[in-house]
């Protein structure tokens, strides 16, 4: 299925059409200059961008500069996160981040077409922002178990599983406790989704992060921490997924501070255990009780 429908094509084309007849903005009249990636062995292409109102940037651009590198520029100049754009070459949408645009046709001049959506996929089939389903294998097989988006963040965790053999028809190995789900929405419009399992001594697990046009595993998860796929989406977000230990890390130094306030907490309850029973023994002594 599409996530594209007829009628968003159109709005673009009509865009297209209108940044046709719409003068290419001068460098020199841009408060913010011309954003660009730096790549000094490569030839420098401006590639345009238009918005739902006719307004168009420039961006310098190159050949190997990819997607993603292009929702970053179009998010420190006019805000709009990166998992809420979808970009459009012609009537194509350009879902793969890491697709260059030497790859994808975009030469000097070239006008791609900004639409904005600020949910992830599927978010709407889900009661909470944040939440968690355990045991998700008793439902049966995942074509059985999982709606139609799960199912894509499961395919997707299942690349990158390692020796466990995640598939679609029998899950894999999936451990002792089977496999949970857990997700969370953040403030860059993207949700984070977390398979966990225990398929042996250590936890494993997958983090993938949904947008408004794909379902990509960013990281891996085990009972050290997650650790990146793609170092491209080490950003301020999974910082701090990491900085929470979310859904179910705790951070070393967390770990130290729990374990050295129940140290404490041990100790006081001994003290208080102590002084109890000295005010008991001075009381039956007071009352001339023997005391053994």
């Known amino acids: 299925m599409s996530f594209f429908d007829a009628n968003q094509l159109s709005v673009a084309a009509t865009l297209l059409h209108q940044a046709a007849s719409t003068p290419i903005p001068d460098d020199s009249d841009d408060d913010f200059g011309t954003t660009e990636i730096p790549h000094p062995s490569e030839e420098t292409a401006k590639t345009y961008v238009t918005l739902m109102g006719g307004e168009v940037h420039a961006f310098e651009t190159h050949r190997s500069t990819t997607v993603s590198d292009v929702k970053a520029l179009i ?10 754009q979808k970009l459009i070459l012609g ?16 030469a000097e001049a070239s006008m791609l077409t900004l639409l904005l959506n600020r949910e992830p996929l599927g978010q709407s089939l889900l009661e909470e922002r944040n939440g968690k389903k355990m045991q998700m294998n008793d439902g049966g097989p995942p074509t059985t178990a999982l709606n139609e988006f799960q199912l894509k963040s499961w395919q997707a965790a299942s690349k990158h599983s390692k020796w ?10 999936l451990g002792c406790w089977g496999v949970d789900f857990y997700w969370t929405t953040r403030s860059d419009d993207c949700r984070y989704e977390y398979w966990s399992t225990a398929p042996g001594d250590n936890e494993f697990g997958v983090l993938v992060r949904v947008d408004a046009d794909s379902v990509i595993a960013i990281a891996q998860g085990s009972d050290d921490g997650l650790n990146l796929i793609d170092e491209s989406f080490d950003n301020d977000i999974f910082k701090q997924l990491v900085k929470e230990g979310w859904p179910r890390f705790s951070r070393e130094e967390d770990e130290d501070k729990e374990n050295y306030i129940t140290t404490i907490e041990r100790m006081d309850m001994e003290k208080m255990k102590m002084e109890k029973m000295m005010k008991k ?7 001339g009780i023997k005391i053994n």
């Open 75 to 84: 998010h420190k100049r006019l805000g709009h996160s990166i998992c809420s």
């Open 91 to 106: 009537d194509s949408v350009l879902s793969d981040l890491n697709a260059r645009l030497g790859e994808l046709g975009v």
């Open 164 to 173: 466990n053999e995640w598939n679609d028809v029998t899950w894999g190995n």
């Open 281 to 287: 023994k001075m009381l039956m002594k007071k009352k």
